[in-house]
C-alpha cells in the first residue's frame, strides 16, 4: 500500500517536472542555468518511482506468503 502511494507522488511530481519543461524555455538565463535546476528532481523522481514499484512487488509476494501460511494452518 505504501508502495502505490511513493510511486503515485513519485510519477505526480515527474510528470510535472516533465510539463514544466515543455511549457517553460530555457528563457533568459540560458539551457546551462534550466537543466542545473531540472535534473536533481528528476533523477529524485525516478529513483522514488523505482522504490514505490520495488516496495509494491515485495508487498504482493508477502501477502501471498502470508494467506499461504493462513490456509495451511487451517
Given at each position: 500500500?505504501?508502495?502505490?502511494?511513493?510511486?503515485?507522488?513519485?510519477?505526480?511530481?515527474?510528470?510535472?517536472i516533465l510539463w514544466y519543461t515543455l511549457l517553460t524555455g530555457p528563457?533568459?538565463?540560458?539551457?546551462?542555468?534550466?537543466?542545473?535546476?531540472?535534473?536533481?528532481?528528476?533523477?529524485?523522481?525516478?529513483?522514488?518511482?523505482?522504490?514505490?514499484?520495488?516496495?509494491?512487488?515485495?508487498?504482493?509476494?508477502?501477502?501471498?506468503?502470508?494467506?499461504?501460511?493462513?490456509?495451511?494452518?487451517?
Open positions: 500500500m505504501i508502495g502505490l502511494i511513493i510511486l503515485g507522488l513519485a510519477s505526480v511530481g515527474l510528470f510535472s528563457g533568459y538565463y540560458g539551457i546551462d542555468y534550466y537543466w542545473k535546476f531540472l535534473i536533481p528532481p528528476t533523477a529524485g523522481a525516478v529513483v522514488f518511482i523505482l522504490i514505490g514499484w520495488y516496495m509494491m512487488k515485495s508487498g504482493v509476494k508477502k501477502g501471498k506468503e502470508k494467506e499461504i501460511q493462513l490456509l495451511k494452518q487451517q
